[in-house]
């Protein structure tokens, strides 16, 4: 839901919301001499937009959660947002991995 698209005649360019995820464009086959898009320099700079708003909207989600959430304790525990549990592991659903406090 914090994907960033991008998209013009032929092409379409989609940064993931989670910081690890790999930027994809697609160009279409019919205009891939033609378009504007196919210039490295036009890619470069819809590429650096697109990831700058990606960083907005990270920044924005980071903004919701309690310190508590993001903070570790003395004993490494952090509170849950939603929940309100506390824990020194995480499980990230975007990388599918755990995470210690």
């Known amino acids: 839901m914090g994907d960033?698209?991008?998209h013009g005649t032929g092409w379409y360019?989609?940064?993931?919301e989670v910081s690890n995820g790999e930027p994809r464009?697609?160009?279409a086959k019919q205009i891939e001499n033609e378009a504007p898009v196919y210039e490295t320099a036009f890619q470069q700079e819809a590429l650096n937009i697109a990831?700058?708003?990606a960083e907005q909207?990270?920044?924005?989600i980071a903004s919701d959660w309690p310190r508590r959430s993001t903070k570790p304790d003395k004993d490494g525990l952090?509170?849950?947002p939603l929940n309100r549990d506390e824990s020194n592991k995480w499980f990230c659903l975007h990388c599918d991995a755990?995470?210690?406090?």
């Open 13 to 16: 360019l989609h940064v993931p």
């Open 25 to 27: 464009l697609e160009i």
């Open 51 to 53: 990831v700058k708003r």
């Open 98 to 101: 755990s995470i210690t406090g």
């Open 78 to 80: 952090v509170r849950h």
């Open 57 to 60: 909207v990270r920044a924005g």
């Open 4 to 6: 960033v698209h991008m």
